[in-house]
């Protein structure tokens, strides 16, 4: 009894840990002065952290197809959040992109891919992304953020569940981590660079090590994501990960010193409260 007890939390822990550090990532990337050198830092020392491992695992046969498209569905979505945060707070921008995501998610897994969820799971998914996106009210925010806030929680929640098909294809699921860092940071350095001139590698010298830091975070927190979509369900584990929603609203408040509303904070009850949902059995 004790081991599938066990196995049913692991996956929900380890997206619940993932989401909080993927808020520190995102608020490292917003903190920067040059938010396309920070991305590019981020991305490109993941890839560099990885590369020894990419020896050392089997190679992701059966998932060649599932990394591709990863790769450039990360691409997109790291543009448009990148465009995203260049024209609103984190307390603001960060609220729409993620509390539409799991929503999305949820669409494409269960429609699409046939997944299943149950009542209460979709309670709590659609609880968790109403709550985050309570965050955002009263808050101003253009609508050219708004437009790329949406446009990054479209390409967050194909790529959830393009890489939770790809890391249960792969031999095994270090493997497919390892392989879409090194090919995401190789592509979004690629991009980054063009579409700055090479402007972002004379700007990525005063970044580099809150970027290079970040790059670890982000090894860690998508990781872990990756882990847990391998053996659990993606619709709801992919709004789990949006309790980090928490974590963003306290560093926002702490360290970035924006405004926090009542509503965004009464939100956290609500994202509480989906989880709940979710994780009850």
Not at 69 to 76: G, N, R
Not at 111 to 140: D, N, Q
Not at 204 to 233: D, F, H, K, M, N
């Given at each position: 009894m004790t081991a599938p007890t066990t196995a049913a939390?692991?996956?929900?822990a380890m997206m619940i840990a993932s989401g909080s550090i993927h808020a520190v990532v995102n608020a490292i990337l917003k903190g920067g002065k040059d938010k396309l050198a920070g991305r590019a830092i981020i991305d490109g020392s993941s890839a560099l952290f990885v590369l020894p491992l990419c020896f050392f695992v089997p190679l992701p046969h059966g998932a060649w197809g599932w990394l591709a498209a990863s790769a450039v569905l990360h691409c997109f979505y790291l543009?448009?959040?990148?465009?995203a945060f260049q024209g609103a707070d984190l307390s603001a921008a960060y609220p729409v992109l993620r509390g539409s995501a799991p929503l999305l998610t949820a669409a494409l897994a269960i429609g699409v891919f046939g997944e299943a969820a149950s009542v209460r799971e979709l309670a709590g998914i659609a609880l968790i992304g109403?709550?985050?996106?309570?965050?955002v009210a009263g808050r101003h925010i253009g609508l050219g953020a708004v437009g790329w806030s949406l446009?990054?929680?479209?390409?967050i929640s194909a790529y959830t569940v393009v890489d939770a098909q790809g890391v249960r294809a792969a031999p095994e699921p270090l493997s497919y981590i390892a392989?879409?860092?090194?090919?995401?940071?190789?592509c979004v350095v690629a991009m980054f660079g063009t579409l700055s001139k090479g402007a972002i590698f004379a700007a990525a010298r005063s970044q580099w090590r809150a970027g290079a830091v970040a790059g670890a975070l982000s090894i860690a927190t998508y990781g872990l994501a990756l882990e847990a979509l391998a053996i659990g369900p993606t619709a709801p584990l992919a709004a789990l990960r949006e309790t980090g929603m928490v974590t963003a609203l306290l560093i926002s408040a702490v360290f970035l010193r924006e405004q926090v509303t009542w509503q965004r904070a009464a939100s956290v009850l609500g994202i509480f409260g989906g989880a709940v949902l979710i994780l009850t059995r």
């Amino acid at each position: 009894m004790t081991a599938p007890t066990t196995a049913a939390w692991l996956a929900p822990a380890m997206m619940i840990a993932s989401g909080s550090i993927h808020a520190v990532v995102n608020a490292i990337l917003k903190g920067g002065k040059d938010k396309l050198a920070g991305r590019a830092i981020i991305d490109g020392s993941s890839a560099l952290f990885v590369l020894p491992l990419c020896f050392f695992v089997p190679l992701p046969h059966g998932a060649w197809g599932w990394l591709a498209a990863s790769a450039v569905l990360h691409c997109f979505y790291l543009f448009a959040l990148v465009r995203a945060f260049q024209g609103a707070d984190l307390s603001a921008a960060y609220p729409v992109l993620r509390g539409s995501a799991p929503l999305l998610t949820a669409a494409l897994a269960i429609g699409v891919f046939g997944e299943a969820a149950s009542v209460r799971e979709l309670a709590g998914i659609a609880l968790i992304g109403g709550a985050v996106l309570v965050m955002v009210a009263g808050r101003h925010i253009g609508l050219g953020a708004v437009g790329w806030s949406l446009a990054t929680a479209v390409t967050i929640s194909a790529y959830t569940v393009v890489d939770a098909q790809g890391v249960r294809a792969a031999p095994e699921p270090l493997s497919y981590i390892a392989w879409v860092f090194l090919l995401m940071g190789i592509c979004v350095v690629a991009m980054f660079g063009t579409l700055s001139k090479g402007a972002i590698f004379a700007a990525a010298r005063s970044q580099w090590r809150a970027g290079a830091v970040a790059g670890a975070l982000s090894i860690a927190t998508y990781g872990l994501a990756l882990e847990a979509l391998a053996i659990g369900p993606t619709a709801p584990l992919a709004a789990l990960r949006e309790t980090g929603m928490v974590t963003a609203l306290l560093i926002s408040a702490v360290f970035l010193r924006e405004q926090v509303t009542w509503q965004r904070a009464a939100s956290v009850l609500g994202i509480f409260g989906g989880a709940v949902l979710i994780l009850t059995r």
